[in-house]
Nanobody, 117 residues
Framework: LRIVESGGGLVQPGGSLRLSCAAS????????IAWFRQAPEKEREGVSCISKTGSTEYGDSMKGRFTISRDNAKNTVYLQMNSLKPEDTAAYFC????????????WGLGTDVTVSS
């Protein structure tokens, strides 16, 4: 199982980014795919998850700003992030899990997001 994140970068406050989580060795609709983030000197934080059935979950601070989606044909999960804030600055990681809340199977190496003017 292999996961590669991409799409991070530098964006101004209020801007948008779309992160991608490309999977190989498995189908993204066979597992839950979750996004996490970790800022320097902070604990890892759950961002969003899309379950095998397609149901979605979001962290409280992401609701209304972030949208997770899945493209089975491209075997990729996306995280659309709008209205970005400086506090969204972090390394973002994608993970394949048995369930949204447990069962880690594979993690990517992450992509960095910096929100700054």
């Amino acid at each position: 199982l292999r996961i590669v994140e991409s799409g991070g970068g530098l964006v101004q406050p209020g801007g948008s980014l779309r992160l991608s989580c490309a999977a190989s060795g498995f189908s993204v609709d066979d597992y839950a795919i979750a996004w996490f983030r970790q800022a320097p000197e902070k604990e890892r934080e759950g961002v969003s998850c899309i379950s095998k059935t397609g149901s979605t979950e979001y962290g409280d601070s992401m609701k209304g700003r972030f949208t997770i989606s899945r493209d089975n044909a491209k075997n990729t999960v996306y995280l659309q992030m709008n209205s970005l804030k400086p506090e969204d600055t972090a390394a973002y990681f994608c993970a394949a899990r048995k369930f949204c809340d447990a069962g880690d199977l594979s993690w990517g190496l992450g992509t960095d997001v910096t929100v700054s003017s």
